[in-house]
């Protein structure tokens, strides 16, 4: 199967059974990234928690009593 790196746009080819052919072949959310990509995102965001400025907001959820 051949895929195409959503950020640098580089095509490669990727085996037809492995786990993300099926995921990309069915779900059409799911996008591509080349490892180069992969990695350099991975690095930024290691960098960005080192900073200690970097925050995840999860969304609040109401406590219900009646569980």
Same mark, same amino acid.
């Given at each position: 199967?051949?895929?195409k790196? %959503?950020?640098?746009d ?28 992969y ?5 930024k %965001?290691?960098q960005?928690?080192? %900073? ?16």
């Amino acid at each position: 199967m051949q895929v195409k790196c %959503t950020i640098c746009d580089q095509i490669e080819s990727i085996e037809d059974h492995c786990f993300e052919a099926k995921r990309l072949r069915n779900r059409r959310i799911h996008m591509y990234l080349c490892n180069d990509c992969y990695d350099r995102i991975e690095e930024k %965001t290691l960098q960005r928690h080192a %900073t200690g400025k970097f925050r995840l907001y999860e969304e609040k959820k109401a406590a219900n009593d009646f569980i």
